[in-house]
């Protein structure tokens, strides 16, 4: 819903909040439900109420916990069974500076100083591991806004006693703590009080009318803050940007004025900005964001633009280039079918408002945020949260690279005469294991992002992955795939639940990126192996459709696997007889 | 803006805040007149009004407010420029 995109007008999402609820409800966007319980350290009721909108247009339906007025400490601290039934998948911890206990005063030794820092960092500590013992799942914590006045003036920054001084200090604890807890993570108040002007977002008035510590008109953003990285711990990123070129990524219309006359580079102030442009796009190659073109262009043309001395983006950089004189929106479709990556996981990015405008119409979930001119782009896109990073992952940084092998595999099947023939020549060797903890994360990160090859769609957080993994009650395997091209990493995940002689799988995917390469098989049989080790003699298989997963539809058929069950909703039970089951892959060669 | 006019606007953003077009708003309209208006939902109306009109009200006037009248007040002599 546009209106909750960014760049929104605050003032008309506050409202027509109960509007745009009862719109998303019944448009029926959201898919999964998701208990979210928000601590707070003021007054939350309109920070919560935003916040569902927002995942609402994400395709989350949350259902709130909510904090009696500054009860996060004792909501956490102490027992609460209210919360405990609740159980919630997410906990957001909303406080604000005025719930700093106490500030340093000018005659204070630096010993004193270091004491109440120590003091205030203990009392959120023990927030955050009392909630993580009990409840094992993600936190978010807000730091601080900076103190809306600073007696010291500027001294109030760099000494020791000063205010300023002492937020920055207990915001610097609070990055510590989250750099070595994995499930925590920072809404940096800090950051977008200042964006919005700390001025306006702490007017007082606020509150001493309400008690509230951000002003009203503030609070959509805060929220929408919050809902990003809750939106990106649930998976829901998006994976790509699909850009224009002319007047986009670079200034000119490369067709018309010949690469050497484009605005780009040192010369020119509009070549500079352009410039910046570029290298910020660049960048989010290496936070695993795969770049692509959708250009109206000669396919020539374009990469001699690429091609210009200036332009840091290179044709290298590109996973899909589609440079012709289709349809924007049909170019768009192409490149996420080319990427096997879902319409709704793209970003468009064009300046011209008549090519958003048919993108938005014609692909219904696709990212397509509104532009300034050149000078905004940055600011435009980065604000909108598309690409919000909860974690950095290896795997991440090489998504690039790992999709570009995939175009140069699909260049490469082309030349073989049948399709054995060419898997056979990609060498592929498989690690396929029980969970281990140095895959633990990327583990949990595909049960959140995989939605194609999923026969269950199950979604798991870091602490359930690890419980199970750590349990003798699961069969557990991932599967790694590497080839003559490249290592494809972690790409199947399989749970199985036993129970008695049987084993029923509560999991299994696959990324999409090694589809029909016989991956599959080759889990099936270490799986059967496995079973058997266990002394199990059935399989028990579930499919649960989503708007997504219908290529794995009849995948436990494939399997050799007999329906017992269909409902009406398409829900189905299958069950395989171990006795006697042969592998079925030839071509992967186990490590 | 003459004071029906500012009435006329008032109700308008009444029926956007609880999402009912069938609300009639009047002079005398309170926080009792009206169910799912209660202390959270006011501070939207607040805002929304603060909004709409281009006005911030003062603390005072915001603690003072008795009915709908009273805010219809309020921007009046906000406009008017006393």
């Known amino acids: 819903m546009q209106e909750l995109d960014y760049p929104f007008d605050a003032e008309k999402i506050i409202k027509g909040k109960k509007r745009l609820k009862r719109q998303l409800l019944e448009s029926g966007k959201a898919t999964v439900k998701k208990k979210i319980a928000v601590l707070g350290g003021y007054t939350t009721s309109d920070i919560v109420s935003c916040i569902e909108l927002f995942l609402l247009n994400n395709g989350i339906e949350p259902v709130f916990y909510e904090s009696e007025y500054d009860r996060f400490y004792q909501d956490a601290v102490f027992d609460n069974p209210e919360l405990e039934s609740f159980a919630p998948d997410i906990i957001y911890i909303c406080t604000c500076v005025r719930n700093i206990s106490e500030f340093p005063k000018v005659s204070d030794t630096r010993e004193r100083t270091d004491e109440l820092l120590n003091a205030e960092t203990e009392r959120f500590r023990s927030v955050w591991e009392a909630l993580e013992s009990r409840y094992h799942c993600p936190i978010i914590q807000n730091n601080f806004e900076y103190p809306l006045v600073r007696r010291l003036g500027n001294l109030d920054r760099s000494d020791y006693r000063g205010a300023v001084n002492f937020v920055s200090r207990i915001n610097a604890v609070f990055d510590a703590y989250a750099l070595e807890h994995e499930q925590f993570y920072i809404c940096d108040v800090n950051y977008i009080s200042a964006d919005y002007g700390l001025k306006k977002w702490s007017d007082p008035s606020y509150w001493y009318l309400y008690k509230y510590a951000v002003a009203v008109p503030a609070i959509p953003y805060l929220a929408f803050n919050a809902a990003n990285i809750i939106k990106a711990i649930f998976g829901k990123n998006k994976k790509g940007l699909v850009l224009d070129l002319d007047n986009t990524i670079w200034g000119g219309v490369v067709g018309d004025d010949g ?15 352009y410039s910046e442009f570029q290298r910020y796009l660049k960048g989010f190659k290496d936070i695993g964001v795969l770049l692509n073109i959708d250009s109206k262009n000669d396919e020539e043309n374009a990469l001699q633009g690429l091609n210009h001395p200036d332009s840091i983006l290179r044709p290298e950089d590109f996973i899909v ?9 049909s170019n768009f479709r192409a490149i996420a079918s080319e990427l096997n990556l879902g319409e709704d996981s793209l970003v468009f990015i064009d300046d011209n408002p008549a090519e958003r405008h048919i993108v938005r119409e ?5 990212g397509v945020p509104e532009l300034g001119d050149v000078s905004s782009f940055m600011t435009d896109i980065d604000r909108s949260g598309f690409f919000e990073t909860v974690s ?12 570009r092998e995939n175009i140069e595999r699909d260049k490469a099947v082309r030349s073989f005469s049948n399709y054995d023939e060419y898997l056979r020549s990609l060498e592929m060797k498989a690690e396929i294991e029980p969970f281990n903890p140095l895959y633990i994360q990327r583990i949990a990160q595909l049960t959140n992002k995989t939605n194609q090859f999923n026969l269950t769609t199950r979604r798991y957080t870091l ?5 199970i993994a750590d349990s003798d009650d699961y069969i557990t395997l991932y599967g790694k795939l590497e080839d003559r091209f490249g290592d494809n990493g972690v790409v199947s995940l399989l749970i199985g639940r036993k129970e008695g002689n049987t084993c029923h799988m509560d999991l299994w995917l696959m990324s999409c990126r090694v589809l029909k390469r016989d991956m599959e098989l080759a889990m099936a049989d270490v799986l059967a192996d496995r079973c058997l080790e266990a002394g199990i003699t059935e399989i028990v298989g579930y499919y649960y459709p989503t708007r997504k997963n219908k290529m794995v539809e009849n995948f436990y058929a494939s399997l050799g696997f007999e329906r017992v069950s269909l409902d009406e909703q398409g829900n189905s039970v299958w069950k395989l007889p171990l006795e006697g089951y042969t592998h079925k892959n030839t071509l992967i060669e186990l490590l | 803006m003459p004071h029906e006019e500012i009435m006329k606007k008032i109700g308008e953003i009444f029926c ?21 208006w209660d202390s959270l939902m006011n501070i939207n109306l607040i805002a929304a009004m603060e909004d709409t009109f281009g006005i911030r009200f003062a603390l005072k006037e915001v603690s003072d407010m008795q009915c709908v009248g009273d805010a219809a007040d ?6 008017a420029g006393t």
């Open chain 1, 259 to 273: 690469a050497e006359n484009l605005r780009i580079g040192p010369d020119t102030s509009e070549g500079q900005m």
């Open chain 1, 321 to 329: 280039i589609k440079a012709n004189w289709e349809n924007k929106d």
């Open chain 1, 362 to 366: 014609q692909i219904p979930g696709a």
């Open chain 1, 392 to 403: 950095l992952s290896d795997d991440d940084m090489k998504r690039n690279e790992m999709y």
């Open chain 1, 463 to 467: 602490s359930e992955i690890e419980d």
């Open chain 2, 16 to 36: 956007e805040v609880f999402d009912d077009d069938s609300l009639v708003i009047t002079e005398q309209s309170s926080a009792k007149d009206i169910e799912d």
């Open chain 2, 74 to 79: 309020i921007i009046e002599r906000k406009y």
